[in-house]
């Protein structure tokens, strides 16, 4: 690895994203590995660190997580958090047994300031805990550094060995001194220089795009959205008019959007960009007439997109290089890093098909999280009203239509969404909720209308709060402007009788419906 890497070991616990941001945040440049993976490839990566995450299971029961015994003696320091702590004692010889209590919540914190994670750090401080087991005993050569009232082992180093264990979660933020304490273990332990920063991000990655594509000529995907809005300015920096951006309009946009996304992009707007709007409604509705099963829509989604781009390349001859806005969430909720399930196949990651006729996909993005992309996008002097807009994903009202997708559908939930989103922005409230949309579900029920029966669709409204896009909570959206949307719905919207709110949160809901 050439760049500065802490690794994270994930074991599938809850706030694993959490520790990568936080590392990150300390511009130190932090990646997610599965704790499957190879102790060979590790060593290959070289990082500066490793830090090993909480997780749900017991470390002494036969089939939980482990990892080897070999990975705290490659000289590379290693801290262990909660279920990561637990299972470095239990490797290295220490005991870890099932509590008497559970330890949870804010938790008063006694450590040792001698200790080089808490420099800087009171003697009293509050964490955040989350555990049933404990430690028992220190494995040998280790010494206790932090204690708490029902946990007599909240922390614990063998600083020769270059060993952390951290039974809080210095992630969360109800850890006071959180940030310290892993900045502490960054710099002071592992000897960080520093060097992940969003400038330096994105002077790196204009040279790198240069020396790949040199005179080629490169083809973007832009849906208008943040992520392929910051790819597509990153690399029209980067490589001027070799570059072309494709907007596909397929049918399955906000109302009005394609025209707005033109208005930015186009020819009357501020950038100097190549820019073709491709009007393909029709072949992708008569490719998704009668699909009901959510991945199977995604992929044909995701398939034509591709095959639309390869259409234009094409025209324009000569085109190796694709460029797609995919970014970080994307990779691990489609299965391909850390130690996630396969969530769903985003359109750009998973819904890829077989075979691109392209020589290489270039994702210049897939390495950061949302609000780092925005931090690139400001960089880049992308305007903030775009830089901030609320996320659409690529295959647009497709997965916020559930079951089968026809054009009157795509009429209804664009109508309904149009009117949410005014109302939403006229009570003052679009900036505090971070995604809200109306989605059409698959159900009719019967009403009454003007005394004639109905029946129509129903229609859910969905709005969250959420910092990072892999966990949400429903907002809290007062009930008279979601009675005005829903009266405006009822009666604006033809072929909608019904309004739901939907207060799921993520996980275990997840923000689209499909
Ligand atoms: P979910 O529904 O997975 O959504 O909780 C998390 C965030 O990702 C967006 N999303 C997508 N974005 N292509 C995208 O570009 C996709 O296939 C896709 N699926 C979901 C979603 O809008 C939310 O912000």
Redesign the pocket.
């Known amino acids: 690895m050439k760049r500065e890497t802490v690794i994270v070991i994930d074991f599938g616990g809850q706030y694993n994203q959490l520790v990568a941001r936080r590392v990150r945040e300390c511009n130190v440049y932090c990646e997610i590995y599965s704790y499957k993976t190879n102790i060979d490839k590790i060593k290959e990566m070289n990082p500066k660190g490793i830090i090993l995450t909480g997780g749900p299971n017991s470390c002494y029961l036969e089939d939980s997580p482990s990892c080897s015994k070999e990975l705290f003696e490659l000289g590379i320091p290693v801290l262990g958090l909660c279920y990561g702590a637990q299972l470095m004692m239990h490797v290295l010889g220490g005991k870890v047994e099932k509590a008497s209590v559970r330890e949870y919540g804010k938790t008063e914190l006694h450590v040792d300031t001698e200790s080089k994670l808490f420099t800087g750090v009171e003697e009293d401080t509050m964490c955040w805990m989350s555990h049933f087991d404990y430690i028992s005993k220190t494995a040998p050569g280790f010494r206790v550094c932090a204690q708490t009232r029902d946990c007599p082992v909240a922390a614990a180093e063998d600083p020769e060995r270059k060993l952390y264990a951290i039974q809080f979660h210095p992630e969360v933020l109800h850890t006071v001194r959180g940030k310290e304490i892993l900045h502490n273990y960054v710099y002071q332990i592992c000897g960080c220089a520093g060097d992940w920063k969003m400038d330096s991000f994105v002077e790196n990655s204009i040279r790198a795009i240069r020396e790949k594509v040199g005179d080629g000529k490169v083809l973007c995907g832009l849906?208008g959205?943040v992520?392929s809005s910051v790819a597509a300015v990153l690399l029209s920096r980067a490589v001027g008019k070799q570059l072309t951006c494709v907007f596909v309009d397929h049918g399955l946009l906000r109302k009005d959007e394609g025209d707005e996304v033109e208005a930015v992009f186009g020819p009357e707007g501020p950038y100097d960009l190549n820019f073709i709007r491709v009007n393909a409604q029709d072949r992708f509705y008569i490719k998704l007439a009668g699909v009901d099963e959510p991945e199977q829509k995604?992929k044909i989604i995701g398939e034509e997109f591709i095959r639309v781009f390869e259409e234009e390349a094409k025209k324009i001859g000569a085109v190796d290089y694709l460029v797609q806005?995919t970014i970080y969430?994307?990779v691990v909720?489609s299965g391909l890093g850390g130690e996630s399930a396969v969530?769903?196949?985003?359109?750009?990651v998973g819904?890829l098909p077989d075979y691109v006729d392209f020589k290489e996909i270039i994702e210049p993005l897939r390495d950061l999280f949302k609000d780092e992309v925005r931090q690139a996008g400001l960089e880049l002097g992308i305007p903030e009203y775009l830089v901030f807009r609320q996320?659409?994903?690529?295959?647009g009202l497709g997965?916020r239509i559930v079951g089968d997708i026809t054009a009157e559908k795509v009429r209804m939930v664009q109508e309904a969404d149009a009117i949410y989103r005014e109302e939403v922005a006229r009570a003052g409230l679009d900036r505090e909720i971070n995604?809200y949309f109306a989605a059409l579900t698959n159900m009719r029920s019967v009403g009454v209308m003007g005394d004639e029966r109905t029946y129509d669709y129903a229609v859910a409204l969905r709005a969250v709060k959420t910092i990072d896009?892999?966990t949400?909570e429903a907002a809290d959206i007062p009930f008279e402007v979601l009675n005005k949307v829903m009266n405006r719905i009822i009666n604006e919207v033809r072929g909608v009788n019904r309004v739901f709110y939907d207060l799921t949160s993520?996980p275990p809901g997840?923000?689209?419906f499909e």
């Open positions: 849906s959205g992520d995604r806005g969430p994307d909720e969530i769903k196949s985003h359109h750009n819904g996320p659409f994903p690529g295959p997965i995604q896009f892999m949400a993520k997840t923000i689209e």
